[in-house]
């Protein structure tokens, strides 16, 4: 939620904000008449209290001095009709400008690029070296920054889907037979590959100071609204029919919950936590996309980096999550680009985001993998999570990041890793799964 008294003062930088974004302005028009019908309910408000005290009062004198009060008496009572009439209207007010105010976006930073479509996201930086097959030259070349660092491949890499057939380490056909598509079995060592994943991350992350956290799979609604944007979310979420829960699509959610209406003390910041989860995703707006395989799934295991901080600190934190992933796929040896991501494309909570995305030789194209944002305190000022200061209580400032997806990024391992008919293992996860390749068993 944004702050409101900023919006009062400044509400041009609000209104341009949204211009940036390429959404509707008319909630702020909403706000401000909200607002102004909320201030004179409140001075009428005032103004009746007041009368009301002078009435008691006239009312108390007259007793005292044994004299009829009884007009004084029928005149409070009718103050008192309207005064209970006029809270009501103001509750609702509230209630529907509190309403508003979930759909006033955050402010952008000003080192995000002003444009729309993820086609204008700006390259920030490409690390690795690619198998490009001969005819994905010209779309490797345009979005790696003319890199010069791949190898030309002449074959095509198999797709994961034919891959996993082949191996026997996927089966998609029995899983949509009982569950329906965008579901999987992952198996034999795939599936230790999976969790080879997940315990280097783990490890990765614990070296550098983050808590790790299984949290609840299922919010309430209060704090699913707090930690994140329900009308981008609306085709993705699981509601639990008949109970007030939500299943998570990322312990995010959870992790920024957890410490909803809390106050810190300034030496316990940053806290750092790494979650480990599976996210479930309804996938209902991506309808034609990525329908056969892992790549785009209902279900999936992801270890998130979540920080809540000092405001001033918060965009060095951005920097330190995003570079955390950046180091994970780097030691993994798959190829990558980073961008910073267009105002046009930013959810409605983030202030910046980057987003990795990784080289997938077999489709020829980069996809993204991580999406690492500042929340700056629009998350915080949701849910109330606060740090006490010498100069009085303030908003921490949250940011989150993904550090393994795992089924994306065994997709990636899958096509960039490929030698004849197995998949070869990176080598820092050798000594977590035990083994150095995938074959046919």
């Not at 008691?56 to 209970?84: H, P």
């Not at 957890?258 to 750092?272: D, K």
């Amino acid at each position: 939620m944004i702050d409101v008294k900023l919006l009062r003062s400044n509400r041009e930088l609000f209104e341009k904000n949204c211009e940036y974004r390429g959404v509707d302005k008319a909630p702020i028009e909403e706000f401000f008449r909200l607002d102004e019908e909320w201030r004179s309910i409140n001075r009428e408000l005032n103004t009746l209290r007041s009368q009301k005290n002078k009435e008691t009062k006239k009312i108390a004198d007259l007793i005292k001095g044994n004299n009829d009060a009884s007009a004084e008496k029928k005149n409070v009572e009718e103050i008192n009709v309207r005064i209970a009439d006029l809270e009501n209207r103001l509750r609702k007010i509230e209630e529907e400008r509190d309403r508003i105010l979930w759909t006033i976006p955050n402010l952008v930073h000003e080192s995000v690029p002003i444009c729309f479509g993820d086609e204008n996201n700006r390259l920030v930086r490409y690390v690795g070296h690619a198998k490009v097959f001969r005819d994905d030259l010209e779309e490797f070349r345009k979005n790696s920054g003319n890199s010069d660092d791949y190898e030309i491949v002449d074959e095509r890499p198999k797709s994961h889907v034919d891959l996993g057939q082949d191996l026997d380490i996927i089966d998609l056909e029995s899983a949509a037979r009982i569950s329906g598509s965008r579901f999987y079995f992952i198996k034999n060592r795939l599936l230790k590959l999976e969790m080879a994943l997940e315990n280097y991350a783990v490890d990765f992350l614990s070296q550098r100071g983050f808590s790790i956290v299984e949290p609840p799979y299922m919010l309430n609604l209060e704090s699913m609204r707090g930690a994140t944007d329900l009308e981008t979310f609306k085709d993705t979420l699981y509601k639990i029919e008949g109970e007030d829960l939500y299943l998570i699509a990322t312990s995010e959610h959870s992790i920024a919950a957890m410490l909803s209406n809390q106050f810190l003390e300034e030496r316990e910041l940053p806290v750092r936590v790494a979650g480990i989860s599976a996210c479930f995703r309804r996938e209902a707006g991506a309808h034609g996309k990525d329908t056969k395989g892992i790549f785009r799934v209902h279900q999936f295991n992801k270890i998130e980096q979540f920080v809540f901080c000092r405001p001033e600190d918060s965009w060095d934190f951005l920097e330190e999550i995003l570079g955390n992933a950046e180091a994970i796929y780097r030691s993994l040896g798959i190829p990558y680009r980073i961008v910073n991501v267009c105002s046009g494309e930013l959810g409605r909570l983030a202030a910046k985001k980057y987003d990795i995305e990784a080289w997938f030789p077999a489709q020829g194209k980069f996809r993204e993998i991580v999406s690492a944002s500042n929340d700056t305190d629009y998350q915080a000022r949701s849910l109330n999570i606060k740090y006490r200061t010498s100069e009085g209580n303030k908003f921490v400032h949250t940011l989150n990041s993904t550090a393994i997806a795992t089924t994306r990024i065994l997709v990636a391992i899958m096509e960039n890793f490929q030698e004849g008919d197995r998949i070869r293992i990176p080598d820092v996860l050798v000594p977590y799964t035990g083994f150095q390749y995938i074959e046919r068993e």
